[in-house]
């Protein structure tokens, strides 16, 4: 009785995996061509084919020799584009910002605290003057020693949406953890990342944040 029913079984698998490689196929070109083209048609559905596919969309790049990074880079965008007017509708005061540690100077003099790295404005890095402007507008601004921190101080300060700045893991992960929290977030990625001595595009963060870059560059 049982064994009249494996082939039906068997066609089911089969249909499945077709389906799920079509898809696949799909998303990971739609992957690539809002990669190259910073156009995303459908974004929440092709957020959630993303999320759903993570595994095989990045295993059919690494098959065809492409950076399956760009996956999480696509992810990152997408969900920039979801929680963008939240955030941007929101007032600075209610808004945290976290910039990550290795964006400072080699040399920064600044020393961990509970509130994270306190930064004095010393002038080696970039970080000093973003920061006296950003919290002059009201931002809630921390430089961000480890990854259980954010955790801490968005279950201290509770800010109503979070723009964090990182590489694409620690993005893509603090933007999983916001999701979480039911905090809206958008993440920005740096230019160059590292353990040191990281860059960021600057123009992008204050177009963000609505900080003046003429301001911040002169700091
Ligand atoms: S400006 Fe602040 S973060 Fe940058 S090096 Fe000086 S103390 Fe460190």
Known sequence: MLESFYPIIGQI??????????????IAILVVYSFK????PFPNVMLSGILFLEGSIKAFFRLLNVDDSIADNVVIQLKNKISLKQF????????AIFLPQCLRSIDCPA?????????INCGQCDIGGAKKILEGMGY?????PGS???KRM?????????????????????LDLCHRFGVPAIGLVLDRDGCVSTSLNWDAFCDLTKADITRLSRS
């Open 37 to 40: 083209t910073e156009a995303f």
């Open 148 to 150: 259980s921190f954010i």
């Open 154 to 174: 968005v279950r201290k300060y509770k800010p109503e949406a979070i723009l964090g700045v990182g590489c694409v893991p620690e993005v893509k992960g603090g």
């Open 111 to 119: 020393k961990l605290s509970p509130e994270g790295i306190q930064c």
């Open 88 to 95: 941007e509708n929101l007032p600075f005061n209610k808004k």
């Open 140 to 144: 809630m601004v921390f430089i961000v």
């Open 13 to 26: 698998v089969v249909y499945l995996f077709a389906i799920l490689l079509v898809a696949t196929i799909i």
